[in-house]
């Protein structure tokens, strides 16, 4: 990958974490690095004469980011910049090939796992998402992606294996599958082996062509009768990689179940990756 990558910044920890990952990610690809900082002024203009300063100290934030991504990979293209606007709608129409975002910034509430604005980008940034979380983690070599029967998850199954191939990591596909629980009819059965064995079969055939043209990636396919989350969280990852709903009215508007938990519950940093209109 190439191209512009953007990380959107606060002033949070987890959003310098997002900046340190955004300029690893840079240095990796050849990409230029823009650092982005939105000053939201709505709740200032009954102040007057407050806008001067707010934007003063804007610059201070986005600076003091630019520096860190300096100080990560010298050898790196980074430039910073404000935004005036709400961070939510400038951050999720910015025109990249990668926007890369802490997982709460700061003022939200001290339990929340995920932000607002964190969660209006990953569900409706026109490019795939990076969230990342201020913890630090042990590196794994290992990049986990979701694999399921729709469409949806071909996009996350690109970017997963281009960056395993990048990254010299190994990948690991992971389909979670559960058998159906009939209230109102406990007489049915399921031959578990013949539901294991359809399954096995449903992502190799979606992973061949992907196979086809990584052949020099690692993959370690992940079948497992589990919830989606458990399986995709459960395995230490440098990066999990999940696909979403399209850019339609309606699906635009929303993470799917899947991702969402994700998101919420995964220890390593998560990219979002939606198909293309």
């Not at 191209?3 to 920890?13: E, K, N, Q, R």
């Amino acid at each position: 990958m190439s191209g512009l990558i953007i990380a959107g910044v606060d002033g949070s920890a987890p959003s310098l974490a997002a900046v340190e990952w955004a300029a690893d990610d840079a240095a990796r690809t050849g990409a230029e690095l823009r650092i982005v900082h939105v000053l939201d002024l709505r709740p200032y203009e009954v102040f007057t004469g407050q806008q001067d300063p707010l934007r003063r100290a804007a610059g201070r934030v986005a600076a003091a980011a630019e520096e860190v991504a300096h100080a990560r990979q010298p050898g790196a293209e980074v430039s910073s910049r404000v935004v005036e606007g709400v961070p939510g709608a400038v951050l999720r129409e910015l025109e990249a090939s990668e926007l890369v975002v802490g997982n709460r910034g700061v003022g939200g509430f001290a339990g929340a796992l995920l932000g607002s604005v964190t969660m209006e980008v990953a569900a409706r940034a026109r490019c795939p998402v990076v969230v990342v979380r201020a913890e630090p983690r042990e590196k794994t070599g290992v990049i986990g992606v979701g694999v399921d029967e729709s469409d949806t998850c071909e996009p996350a199954l690109g970017y997963a294996f281009e960056r395993a191939r990048s990254a010299g990591a190994t990948l690991r596909p992971v389909h979670a599958w559960q058998v159906p629980v009939h209230a109102f009819a406990p007489e049915i059965t399921y031959d578990l082996d013949e539901v294991r064995a359809a399954r096995q079969r449903l992502v190799s055939t979606r992973l061949a062509p992907w196979r086809e043209r990584f052949p020099d990636v690692e993959v370690a396919e992940d079948v497992q009768n589990a919830h989606p989350i458990d399986a995709l969280t459960g395995v230490p990852c440098d990066l999990i990689v999940v696909g979403s709903h399209g850019r339609s009215a309606l699906g635009s508007l929303f993470l799917g179940s899947v991702s969402r938990g994700v998101l919420h519950y995964a220890r390593c940093p998560v990219a979002v990756v939606r198909p293309q209109d």
